[in-house]
């Protein structure tokens, strides 16, 4: 009987009787035949499409041997780093070394190098001199040009360039690495495959190039000029368009980098075939001894029912790859699979997640994003929900209640993402109250990532009171159907605009609504960000305006445990960051404060101080505190009503500029 899984050996091709593969795709995750890893769809996407596919997963990079397991393929070798930039498996945001890998079999660190897809590209010429190279996924398509790369602390050139591949295919990729696939077949050579939308090749001049098109800064210039880089940014983002986006090109040296425009996303029934394709839905057994690969659990239980997110957050990549335009699969295909996943021998009635990047975005964001693409200069939720933007979670909720009724099913959660200010738009409190009592497992992860106004514009999250109106909501709704459940929110510290300051009142924030976070995570500059531009450059690259952005560890360390000001390990920073800032009025025995002062008895304290504070109502007198406003001792020694009266009120006068 043939293997389900596609070859990773000879004798798997000689089963087939395949005397030679079509394509070999060599990837830096272990070999997952499920449609949550990219390997695995790209793979099944060209088996669909006639082609002979083998896999080789986590070759040793130190011989040529892995390389040439399985032949060379008749046209062409694929590249893709893994799920996962292959620097942000390997390192935390402080530089070091991660413990596991969870895509390697048993956790294993070190089954991949660094910088993944160049080094794989590299044996692959040395083993076969003129091998066309195509490479793709998350690594090679966030870094397609030149491009901050925070682990070097410099720019480096694309990665097309510098892995000397054929091609570049970026975002999702199954139409485009489909009609490259046929053009091969039909005997085109790779650097005349140069029609294809979704791909990026290098000219030798600008005379090759027949598109119209836009030309961003050198890498001379955006490795010189941060302005430059910014700007190159800018027009990166602008034209990150299916629709209204044109081509792009940048020099690199003699010769050109160019970018064709982004390929229009898959529809409803294209999506539907993807994710029918026969999948092993699980990991090669090839691994079971060496136990496993921990990242199927994540996602075994769970179902991919969206992609792409019109929510914009500046740090995240999902614009940049997937793109804001809004896909998901019918009822009738989430539906067939949940059944499928009900008969698995290990399944307990529980479907873990039904999702996607935002979970509660089944639709394109308005009509015109269908027919003419995202605004250019506009964001859909970003300061405030647009007007034009359809605000419906109908068929989402008619999608859970057909999945929770199915036989075998228990309980259906989810856990990805859902954007609470898309719930708030919502005239309809119908999705709210049924996801309350029938889809949170207990505790509700949401993700406000902070609570500043000049932070959350520069992330380009909702501000103002829309978290807190959330909260108070669920819990609400918990009570009324009798449940005790609680909310997670995803925080983030050091992020570009930033300062000790914002920190500190995010700390009091957690103070008030008494909710210590377990995980705090830093800012993280991954390729192709607004967030990371800003980091690199200082400056909000969509309105050139200079940003404050936290680089001293020492600052960034401060900024972290103030989140988390109630550990004892935190002690001395979050003193040392109350001090430089000027807010000595957090330290004391008060209920406001964050720390007590070390050594002291609160009789003796306030003795010690009672002089000084009948001299001045503190320091938010004649100084602006963390908020910004100008507040006295007295006010901030209110109840936390009060405070959260004030911090709503404030929000509701502040008028920011729309990007």
């Not at 999948?279 to 057994?285: G, L, S």
């Not at 960034?556 to 550990?567: D, F, G």
Request: proline fraction near 5%; charged fraction near 30%; glycine fraction near 6%.
């Amino acid at each position: 009987m043939t293997n389900k899984f596609l070859p990773v050996c000879k004798q798997d091709m000689i089963d087939r009787g395949w005397e030679q593969l079509d394509f070999v795709l060599v990837t830096g995750d272990a070999y997952v035949d499920h449609h949550s890893f990219g390997t695995a769809i790209i793979s099944r996407v060209l088996e669909n499409a006639g082609f002979k596919v083998g896999i080789i997963a986590q070759p040793n990079w130190k011989t040529t041997e892995d390389f040439m397991k399985l032949g060379e393929p008749r046209l062409g070798f694929l590249v893709n780093s893994g799920n996962m930039d292959s620097m942000v498996n390997h390192y935390s945001v402080s530089k070091k070394h991660r413990d596991k890998d969870m895509y390697s079999p048993g956790a294993k660190m070190g089954l991949r190098p660094d910088r993944s897809v160049i080094v794989y590209c590299n044996k692959i010429r040395e083993a076969y001199k003129d091998a066309k190279i195509i490479i793709g996924g998350i690594e090679a398509s966030l870094r397609r040009f030149a491009h901050y790369d925070y682990w070097s602390d410099r720019v480096r050139k694309s990665m097309l360039v510098d892995s000397q591949a054929d091609l570049l295919v970026y975002g999702m990729s199954e139409r485009q690495i489909v009609e490259v696939a046929n053009a091969l077949n039909d005997g085109f050579e790779p650097k005349y495959i140069r029609h294809v939308n979704g791909t990026c090749y290098i000219s030798d001049s600008k005379d090759e190039i027949y598109d119209d098109y836009i030309e961003i800064p050198s890498f001379k210039e955006v490795s010189s000029s941060k302005e430059a880089y910014a700007k190159a940014f800018k027009v990166q983002y602008d034209e990150q368009d299916p629709y209204r986006g044109k081509a792009i090109i940048q020099r690199h040296g003699d010769k050109y980098l160019v970018q064709n425009k982004p390929e229009r996303p898959l529809n409803r029934e294209e999506l539907d075939v993807v994710y029918a394709l026969p999948y092993a839905k699980d990991y090669h057994p090839m691994y079971k001894a060496m136990g496993g690969i921990p990242a199927i659990e994540e996602v075994k239980f769970g179902i991919v029912s969206s992609r792409g997110c019109f929510g914009s957050c500046s740090f995240c990549a999902i614009t940049f790859h997937q793109g804001r335009a809004v896909q998901s699969r019918s009822h009738k295909s989430i539906l067939e699979e949940a059944k499928y996943i009900t008969e698995l021998e290990d399944f307990k009635g529980y479907i873990h997640d039904v999702g996607g990047p935002t979970a509660n975005f089944r639709d394109a964001a308005c009509k015109k994003q269908v027919t003419k693409g995202a605004c250019k200069n506009k964001q859909c939720l970003h300061p405030e929900p647009c007007k034009n933007l359809k605000v419906d979670h109908t068929d989402f909720l008619e999608l859970l209640r057909k999945v929770r009724s199915l036989p075998k099913v228990k309980k259906v959660f989810v856990r990805s993402g859902i954007r609470y200010d898309y719930v708030m738009a919502d005239k309809s409190d119908k999705f709210f109250k049924e996801l309350v009592e029938h889809h949170v497992s207990g505790q509700l992860k949401v993700a406000p990532e902070h609570i500043a106004e000049e932070v959350l514009d520069h992330m380009q999250k909702p501000a103002g009171n829309t978290y807190d109106k959330f909260r108070e909501k669920f819990f609400r709704l918990s009570e009324k159907v009798g449940k005790k459940q609680y909310i997670i929110p995803y925080l983030m510290s050091s992020h570009p605009g930033s300062t000790l300051n914002s920190a500190i009142e995010l700390a009091e924030y957690l103070r008030d609504t008494k909710y210590q976070p377990e995980q705090v995570q830093d800012f993280y500059p991954t390729p192709g960000t607004l967030s990371t531009t800003m980091f690199y450059t200082g400056l909000d690259p969509l309105t050139m305006k200079p940003v404050y952005v936290p680089k001293s560890k020492h600052e960034k360390a401060m900024q972290r445990a103030l989140l988390q000001y109630r550990a004892p390990r935190n002690y001395d920073l979050v003193q040392a960051a109350l001090v430089e800032a000027g807010r000595e009025d957090l330290i004391g025995f008060g209920p406001r404060c964050l720390i007590k002062p070390r050594g002291e008895h609160p009789r003796s304290y306030n003795n010690k101080n009672k002089n000084s504070s009948q001299k001045s109502s503190g320091r938010g007198s004649k100084k602006e505190d963390s908020r910004g406003t100008r507040k006295s001792k007295n006010s901030r020694d209110n109840n936390f009503k009060n405070d959260k009266n004030d911090r709503n009120n404030r929000s509701n006068k502040v008028k920011r500029k729309k990007r």
